[in-house]
């Protein structure tokens, strides 16, 4: 069983479209991150969600935490060629010490 | 940059012979993981360490062990390489553990043959 569920797993969009995805658990999370990959890198941390309810925004992208701690999602306004990659989002459970991350969301974005 | 390195950063060997992969960090980070990468299945923690020869077992670390005599290498050891080990293998380090993120390795490409 997928402790942490992303969803789309593919996402193929024009550039300048907004577009959302999500990650959802049923477990509670103490903290959550979302970190973008691209092709023959590694995972590189875009962000870090504590508080339930909390949202950040990094430029064109909006990631908020769910008020129960157990999903969040990532919006990103006006994409462009260069978000394309996996979306990846991960968490951390009180009782577990080390990060879950969910399969990860494909996107392209063509211009 | 990071401070974080991988090597080899490909390989291909046969079943049955023994491996090490190498993650190099000049971060000074006290905690150090091993993930593998499958289409799938997503990355999955191998082993992870939280000081020098201190580390302890993640989801999937049967057929491997790792060792970690210095701060800045942690080494990834499969004993006896089978064809499902084949994957892409990444290091990890952080400096507070799990709750403020990780900095990834650029990852290794291992192929059992």
């Known amino acids: 069983t997928q402790l942490l569920e992303q969803s789309p797993q593919f996402l193929s969009i024009q550039e300048g479209e907004n577009l959302t995805v999500y990650c959802n658990s049923s477990?509670?999370?103490?903290?959550l991150q979302w970190y973008r990959q691209e092709p023959g890198e590694g995972p590189v941390l875009l962000v870090t969600v504590v508080t339930g309810g909390e949202v950040k925004k990094l430029k064109r992208l909006t990631f908020q935490f769910g008020d129960a701690r157990k999903d969040s999602s990532l919006h990103i306004t006006a994409a462009q060629p260069g978000d394309t990659g996996l979306y990846l989002c991960?968490?951390?459970?009180?009782?577990?010490?080390?990060?879950?991350f969910g399969k990860g969301t494909k996107l392209s974005v063509k211009p | 940059d990071a401070g974080i390195t991988q090597s080899p950063r490909h390989k291909v060997t046969e079943t049955g012979t023994p491996v090490t992969l190498r993650c190099h960090q000049t971060e000074n980070h006290r905690y150090m993981y091993w993930y593998r990468q499958d289409p799938g299945h997503g990355l999955r923690l191998i082993h992870y360490s939280y000081g020098v020869k201190d580390t302890d077992k993640g989801e999937v670390s049967d057929g491997y062990s790792v060792s970690r005599s210095k701060t800045e290498d942690f080494l990834l050891t499969l004993e006896s390489a089978t064809s499902s080990q084949t994957s892409v293998y990444f290091c990890?380090?952080?400096?507070?553990?799990?709750?403020?993120?990780?900095?990834f390795g650029s990852g290794t490409r291992l192929t059992v043959v």
């Open positions: 990890a380090i952080s400096d507070s553990g799990a709750s403020y993120g990780y900095t």
């Open positions: 991960a968490g951390v459970k009180r009782s577990q010490g080390n990060l879950i």
């Open positions: 477990s509670v999370f103490s903290s």
